[in-house]
């Protein structure tokens, strides 16, 4: 079993920055690929962004130039900063090992004034 401990959700007005945590201890951190996912009441869960374990980037079309996600093995941990926040950013976000079944439990962004 492979545990996520996720933080940094809050209600933020828009045009403003969060940054989200998310760490485990379960797995060889340095070699995982890992994605933030999001979901909105209502829609399905849609990719944010995801970095491999080669530092490769990829983005959303929505978040692109907004957010930027990150890693730092030394601490096992994976972030994802956003700026510039709006009204539909406004989700539950989960961070992911990608190719697994593995979730976070979601932390809650709310982006509204």
């Known amino acids: 079993q492979v545990q996520f401990v996720e933080s940094g959700g809050d209600l933020v007005q828009p045009g403003g920055t969060l940054r989200l945590s998310c760490a485990t201890h379960?797995?060889?951190?340095?070699?995982?690929?890992m994605a933030w996912y999001r979901q909105s009441l209502g829609k399905e869960r849609e990719m944010v962004a995801t970095?491999?374990?080669?530092?490769?980037?990829t983005y959303a079309d929505s978040v692109k130039g907004r957010f930027t996600i990150s890693r730092d093995n030394s601490r096992d941990s994976v972030y994802l900063e956003m700026r510039s926040l709006r009204p539909d950013d406004t989700a539950t976000y989960y961070c992911?090992?990608?190719?697994?079944?593995?979730w976070g439990q979601g932390t809650q962004v709310t982006v509204s004034s």
């Open positions: 992911h090992l990608i190719g697994s079944p593995y």
């Open positions: 970095i491999d374990w080669t530092g490769l980037i």
């Open positions: 379960d797995i060889t951190f340095r070699v995982a690929n």
